[in-house]
């Protein structure tokens, strides 16, 4: 079964920290280069952070030096985490996880499957 599941979010004060984590189901979830998607309100969603295969990073300028995506150790897990720090009233939204094209700056695809979401608040 293909299967996403987002979790971690919350209300922060700025500057704060979170983590968010995602159970991806699904084999071609383990074969794909993910990502963090971030969805505000009134705007599209919009990819912030790629991981790759091999564990390469990428990263979208508006969260670059305070967000780190990363791969759980066991692979078999298939969890993946974005650190979020110096957080910003600005990065308040809805975060998904997915699969993506690595690296960031390359066109992406679209999906139809996404999980719930978790909400992450800043408030300042």
């Known amino acids: 079964q293909v299967q996403l599941v987002e979790s971690g979010g919350g209300l922060v004060q700025s500057g704060g920290s979170l983590r968010l984590s995602c159970v991806a189901s699904?084999?071609?979830?383990?074969?794909?280069?993910m990502g963090w998607y971030r969805q505000i309100p009134g705007k599209n969603r919009e990819l912030i952070a790629v991981?790759?295969?091999?564990?390469?990073?990428?990263?979208a300028d508006s969260v670059k030096g305070r967000f780190t995506i990363s791969r759980d150790r066991d692979n078999s897990k298939n969890t993946y985490y974005l650190q979020m720090r110096s957080l910003e009233p600005d990065d308040t939204g809805v975060y998904y996880c997915?699969?993506?094209?690595?690296?960031?700056?390359?066109?992406?695809?679209?999906?139809?499957?996404w999980g719930q979401g978790t909400q992450v608040t800043v408030s300042s």
């Open positions: 991981i790759n295969t091999g564990g390469d990073t990428s990263y």
């Open positions: 997915n699969r993506a094209r690595f690296p960031i700056t390359v066109m992406q695809s679209l999906y139809d499957i």
């Open positions: 699904g084999t071609i979830f383990s074969i794909s280069p």
